[in-house]
């Protein structure tokens, strides 16, 4: 074995792979066009998912800065009319409104009710809670965010 501190600049070291590729490795590769094919429908699918969402800063306090305000039983939101066709979703959740288990049931609930809503058209909402999680219900949830809903429609901004 060749210790490669004694080593000139020199001399080469047989034998060793360099990291240099050597001629017509990428003849098997696909070619950039052909992955971008493939790659179309996941972008597109994960665009949608990101529209889902409110998670920066920005899109919360525009939201709070020139949204109208709705109070329920369950919840209180925010929410702003936008241009994407979709409904896009933002909690603010603290610890002091209950554990986690309490606090991801509530979002799953209301996410699961804007998605049988998504044809109504296109809102950012921030949910809040209305006090404690424990005394929330399932059904004052539903008649909440239906009452927002027809609210928003109602809503000519």
Known sequence: MINEKNLSAKQSVKGKKTWIPEENVDEGRQKNDQCQEKKGK????????????????????????????FRGVSFRAVYIKNTLGNIRLGFSLSAKSGNAVKRNLMRRRIKGLAEQNRKRGGVDIVILPAGKLRDVRW??????????????????C
């Open 42 to 69: 996941k972008e597109i699918d994960s665009l949608r998912q990101m529209e889902k969402t409110l998670k920066k800063g920005y899109q919360f306090r525009r939201v709070f800065r020139k949204g109208k305000a």
């Open 139 to 156: 059904t004052d949830i539903r008649e909440d965010f239906q009452k927002m809903m027809s609210m928003i429609e109602n809503d000519t």
